[in-house]
């Protein structure tokens, strides 16, 4: 609903989306509601001693960029891709920033931040299953990048569904925007683990980075894809953050998943 626990958040990301009810199991964490509206944050690397001041609240992280259509990475994805540059989209993002308004995620260090799309033109990404389209749902084994273990996941082909109708009639534009944000720590934690190390005094330190972004047309957390629940619990040296499986949530989501699916 990439660094690949980055990304276990769903999306309307390629086919892992992985893309309506509360997320997974969420605590406070010491990143919580307690941001002032502009920080100026300070943290230590794992693999430098340096410490770097952050000017914002959040910035785009890299396993992102493909949805931004700027990058090469973003020919080859599935998932909601925008025209509008990094750097602007990051301006309105810190522009409409409010601490206040940080919701839980699946774990401690996993937010999520809604923002009305008034400056986009994303269209929603996550359909119900129907008599007229399930003949559009198709499944795949996929990794997001070469060191994810590979998944199997189902998908609505995009062009099955657009047949003979315009994309407004199939596709609205989505009315918020799902910023999922990972804590700073938590993102060194996983470059380290998938063996990816920053360039000395090149260090990343706002202490938000948005990993992926949903558009959609409520403004909560679509529940986590069952699929990326179990690739998460399979720890960060197989693509995931570690976060071990809870039952309830689980089954929550596959009440949401089993007559929904994602757009690519």
Known sequence: MKRAPLRQIFLCTASSSSTLSSAFVSTTSRFHNNLP???????????????????KN??????CFRQFQENDSSAGYQGTV???????????????????N????????????????DFTDARVCVLPITKENEHCLRSKYE????????????????ELLLEGKEESDV?????YLDLILYSREQIIKENAAMGKTSEEGQEEAAPWGIVSIKAQDINKELP?????????????????????????KYMEAFEYWKDHATVT
């Open 37 to 55: 509206k502009v920080t100026s944050h300070q943290i230590r690397s794992s693999s430098s001693t340096k410490i770097m001041t952050a000017t």
């Open 58 to 63: 959040l910035v785009i992280d890299p396993f």
């Open 82 to 100: 925008f025209n509008i540059s990094m750097e602007k989209f990051e301006q309105i993002a810190n522009e409409r920033f409010d601490p206040s």
């Open 102 to 117: 940080l919701q839980d995620g699946y774990a401690p260090f996993c937010k999520h931040i809604f923002i009305e799309n």
């Open 143 to 158: 990794a997001r990048n070469e060191k994810e273990l590979p998944v199997l996941t189902r998908y609505f082909n995009k």
């Open 171 to 175: 596709f609205p534009v989505a009315k």
């Open 224 to 248: 986590m894809t069952p699929i990326t629940a179990m690739r998460n619990a399979l720890g960060k040296d197989h693509g995931g953050s570690g976060v071990e499986i809870d039952r309830e």
